[in-house]
């Protein structure tokens, strides 16, 4: 129910007041603005540089944090240069804002047309529920003003356009707009998180490195550092993981400056009123291509028992589905999240906001306090639930699992997060190992040391964030850290942070934000596994497999000081499945898919999975397709766009479970 007592901060847009009495603050905030102002005043000064200074310092221009013992002459002189840069920055705001309304103004008049017409629904429901949603409301008023405004398409979005989505689009935006901001009531606290991070976007843009895009190495990217098989080589020592990278002081220097900067400014506009407090939720990054898998998934966690809500961002107006939003994802406690709605085109624009940064954005602008974040083609074996009430969760408020590969973060990344690392720091243990004291050798050499096995460092081996289970209350810095550092992730961040290793992204974001910011998280030690099946004489890996961490704590804790090998270990939790492999027309009409049998079909994960998984998890899945395809008849697009119908789709989907019931558990 909206709080009538809540007073959102109205303020004039440009508004400078001057303090000289050895103390000079100017304040300058615009109408959505709640960060604290010298740091959006410092921000959008960074942002607005011009091009000679760039180029000769790359230093901080202004001080928003000047002390008081600044001299009185030379305040006067900093006054009058600061007037002067305000009126230019005023004049250049104005000069976007009337680009930017330009450009929408053919499409402003049809949302003219879905205003009129959700103002009609709006009263509809308000004679419904009058006590919810007061017709009169004026959060409400200001949520639909703000919702028609980003919904706004500007030409980034048009360009994204595929050609075959245009005329789905004209004959049902105004539809689908109607749904988003008729669903938007829902969440009574989202006008407050989307501008909230709509001013989060501004401060990342305005701390943007200047310097040119890490892309050049001296021995190339580093290559085969698999940590699952405990190999020996190669030995990530702080010389090696210096001598891939090419990091010049200067660039360390300018990133060092940013980054404590954008750091600074967080710790004093953490929120505290956009969550719901206690609300839990799994969220997916979504959209048409990927609806098929994440169905899959959500089917199979309510096959578990678990009734979590669920949200699945949508990144763009192109991969929007409204018969997916509205009639098929509520059936099972689930709704979409629809990013142009949340955050401006303006915004999106300007901060590049790309499929890097979609899962820190979901998690940031889900509407649940505690998340379970997963990637679409990610399938729960039991109730996730547990997880939530888990040891490692409740005294850490962050879980990762680990990835197959070794950590090969650059060593100056510590720098950079400010924190000295040498090797003369003391060392955190000994080998490869998962519980206890038992150690295998990381290096050939006995007398070389890993860097990631020193105190102050992350630990062995790398992250997997096709699962990260977080707590916005404890971790709410981490998750804007990570979208800072996703933000400027291929130009920067994550080369730091993989040097070119297998699977450079996103997924070292959030261990590394949780770590520059000094909070605990506990990672599963249980390394993943592969599963797979021996087709033809060949065994080919179909899935990684990752542990239950409630299970794993358990176990760290029991084997603690223990000096020999331990047998023991958790339940398979998740199964992260090639795409492909649970798309029944591709897996039998490609020919680039080789697991045909000599009776043409096969078992992905072998005869004995359903004794690990303790159930038959690929017969149930395969069960799941006939209900959406043979049973509720929904169309995917990830049919369609191969000119594959859902009859034919069905007919694949029954021969499959006929071949597993004729040999299951």
């Known amino acids: 129910m909206c709080n009538p007592t809540k007073k959102t901060l109205k303020t004039p847009k440009y508004l400078v007041f001057l303090l000289v009495t050895g103390l000079v603050i100017i304040t300058f905030t615009f109408t959505y603005t709640n960060l604290d102002v010298p740091s959006l005043l410092f921000s959008k000064r960074v942002e607005k540089v011009p091009e000679q200074q760039k180029n000769s ?33 005023i004049e250049q705001e104005k000069q976007d804002e009337r680009a930017f309304e330009l450009e929408n103004e053919k499409l402003l008049e049809q949302l003219q047309e879905t205003k009129k017409e959700v103002n009609r ?36 979005d048009e360009h994204q356009f595929n050609p075959m989505y245009h005329q789905e689009w004209n004959s049902h935006k105004k539809q689908v707009m109607e749904f988003i901001y008729e669903d938007s009531l829902n969440d009574t606290l989202l006008p407050e998180r989307s501008e909230y991070f709509t001013n989060i976007f501004q401060l990342i843009l305005a701390n943007k490195p200047n310097i040119r895009p890490l892309s050049h190495y001296m021995n190339g990217r580093i290559s085969n550092a698999v940590y699952a098989n405990r190999q020996t080589t190669p030995c990530l020592t702080v010389d090696e993981l210096s001598s891939h990278l090419i990091l010049e002081d200067s660039d360390v220097q300018a990133l060092q400056d940013t980054h404590h900067r954008f750091v600074r400014t967080l710790s004093s506009i953490y929120p505290n009123d956009i969550y719901e407090p206690g609300t839990r939720g799994i969220v997916y990054v979504g959209g048409k291509e990927s609806s098929w898998s994440i169905m899959l998934s959500i089917m199979n966690i309510r096959d578990s028992g678990c009734n979590l809500p669920v949200e699945v961002l949508i990144p763009s107006y192109h991969e929007y589905s409204l018969d997916m939003c509205k009639n098929v994802y509520p059936r099972y406690n689930a709704r979409c999240l629809f990013l142009p709605g949340l955050i401006s085109g303006k915004v999106r624009h300007r901060n590049k906001i790309h499929r890097h940064q979609y899962k820190s954005v979901a998690l940031a602008l889900s509407s649940f306090e505690e998340v379970l974040l997963l990637d679409a083609d990610n399938y729960l074996l ?17 879980v990762t699992w680990p ?12 720098t950079i997060i400010g924190k000295d690392i040498t090797t003369d720091t003391e060392r955190r243990d000994y080998g490869y190992t998962e519980y206890g004291q038992r150690f295998t050798q990381v290096c050939e050499k006995e007398e070389d040391v890993p860097l990631h096995q020193l105190e102050g460092t992350m630990a062995d081996p790398s992250s997997d964030s096709s699962q990260l289970l977080i707590s916005k ?47 605990k998280y506990y990672t599963v030690k249980k390394m993943p596994e592969f599963v797979g099946s021996l087709v033809q004489e060949k065994w080919r890996a179909n899935a990684v497999a990752q542990f239950d961490a409630t299970e794993d704590y358990e176990i760290a804790e029991r084997y603690r000081d223990s000096t020999e090998e331990v047998a023991e270990q958790p339940a398979v939790l998740l199964l992260h499945v090639k795409s492909r492999e649970l798309h029944p027309w591709r897996k039998y009409h490609d020919e680039r898919v080789p697991h045909k049998g000599d009776t043409g079909r096969s078992r992905l994960y072998g005869d004995d999975f359903p004794n690990v998984a303790k159930y038959d998890f690929e017969l149930e899945t395969w069960r799941n397709m006939e209900k959406l395809l043979c049973e509720d008849k929904i169309r995917f697009h990830v049919f369609e766009r191969e000119g594959v119908s859902t009859e034919e789709a069905c007919r694949e989907v029954l021969e499959q479970i006929a071949y597993l019931e004729s040999n299951s558990m």
């Open 57 to 89: 310092d790359t230093s901080v221009p202004f001080d928003a944090s000047r002390e008081a013992t600044s001299q009185q002459d030379n305040a006067e002189s900093d006054i009058e240069l600061e007037n002067q840069y305000l009126k230019a920055l």
């Open 382 to 398: 039991d109730n996730p639930e547990k997880l939530f009430y888990s040891k490692p969760f409740q005294e850490n408020g962050m």
């Open 403 to 414: 990835d197959l590969w070794k950590r090969t973060t650059h060593p100056r990344f510590y």
């Open 121 to 156: 629904l709006r009263d509809n429901r308000a004679r419904r529920r009058p006590m919810m949603h007061d017709a009169g409301n004026p959060k409400e008023s200001k949520l639909e003003f703000e919702l028609l405004t980003k919904l706004k398409v500007d030409d980034s």
């Open 473 to 519: 209350r404890e971790h709410i810095g981490t998750i804007l850290l990570s979208m800072y550092y996703n933000t400027y992730g291929p130009e920067y961040y994550y080369p730091i942070l993989s040097q070119g290793a297998s699977g450079q992204g996103d997924k070292e974001t959030f261990v590394a934000a949780a770590h520059a910011l000094d909070k």
